[in-house]
């Protein structure tokens, strides 16, 4: 989801990927593994993403 959506016309639909909630839960999982052992498995933590409908694909949605 990128600012550039809102300025199109009409305005697109995008997916915003919480990049910043992304960048917190990277460091706070790498943080935590400083003076720890390996893990024997990948720690998998999921992050959803957030559609935000515009125009593009909802003439009804409001411009944002």
């Known amino acids: 989801n990128h ?15 919480e990049i910043g909630e992304t960048i917190r839960v990277g460091a706070e999982v790498l943080l935590g593994q400083i003076g720890q052992p390996p893990r024997p498995r990948p720690l998998l ?19 944002r």
């Open 3 to 17: 600012e550039i959506c809102a300025l199109t016309r009409p305005p697109l639909t995008s997916i915003d990927q």
């Open 45 to 63: 933590r999921t992050i959803t993403p957030r559609l935000v409908v515009r125009r593009s694909t909802d003439p009804r949605a409001e411009h």
